[in-house]
């Protein structure tokens, strides 16, 4: 099962979809979720549980953690050497610049931000973006000479982009509405459970 700890080290930034994947749930995150949540085993553990191949989890594992985790890490305290845990309670430290402000500095969800993110960009269809809008997204968000956090919103939208758009393309407002209060991941592991065991039955 895809447990908060576990996916919350993948989209584990306030900063945009990161911290859900990884996190599932921020401010109340810190509540349902472990202290710290390894690298290896669990993000790569939740891509994996998502549908997500090998070499996609693999490497979000030590891009997410790697960057993630020291962020994270409690004053006064020494992160573990080349585990690179993600420490939940301080997951909002965890926001990068150029991101869609859909999260404020303290990790708290912002509807009105969120709502912008399709006034401002969906042209197609109102509850939707094309792989074309989210690239205008991504742009609009860029701030001057912020290269990681260009890289860093780049990579969690793409993903997400990846994982979630319907076969025309459009990725829903439902879906990343459910990305930032948690839901969609257990969504996504419950429906591949459910074309595994319905493809067995064939």
Request: net charge positive.
């Given at each position: 099962?895809?447990?908060?700890s ?37 993000v790569?553990?939740?891509?994996r ?116 758009k ?24 419950h ?12």
């Open positions: 099962m895809v447990r908060p576990t996916i919350a080290s993948i989209f584990a930034r306030p900063s945009s979809v990161a911290l859900r994947l990884a996190t599932s749930g921020v401010p109340a995150l810190s509540a349902v979720a472990p202290i710290s949540a390894p690298v290896s085993s669990g790569l553990t939740g891509f549980a998502i549908g997500a191949g090998v070499p996609l989890s693999a490497f979000s594992s030590v891009f997410i953690n790697g960057l993630l985790g020291p962020k994270t890490v409690p004053e006064n305290e020494k992160a573990p050497g080349f585990k690179l845990p993600i420490y939940v309670k301080n997951i909002q430290k965890g926001k990068h610049g150029s991101d869609s402000g859909v999260y404020d500095a303290n990790g708290r969800f912002v509807p009105e931000k969120f709502e912008e993110i399709f006034k401002k960009h969906a042209h197609t269809r109102p509850d939707a973006l094309t792989g074309k809008e989210l690239k205008e997204l991504l742009k609009a968000n860029r701030e001057p000479n912020d290269f990681k956090g260009w890289l860093g919103g780049f990579t969690e939208w793409k993903v997400l982009y990846s994982l979630c319907d076969e025309k393309g459009f990725l829903h407002k439902d879906t990343v509405r459910a990305v930032y209060d948690g839901s969609l991941f257990e969504k996504l592991e429906e591949r459970k459910s074309k595994k065991e319905s493809t067995k039955k064939k």
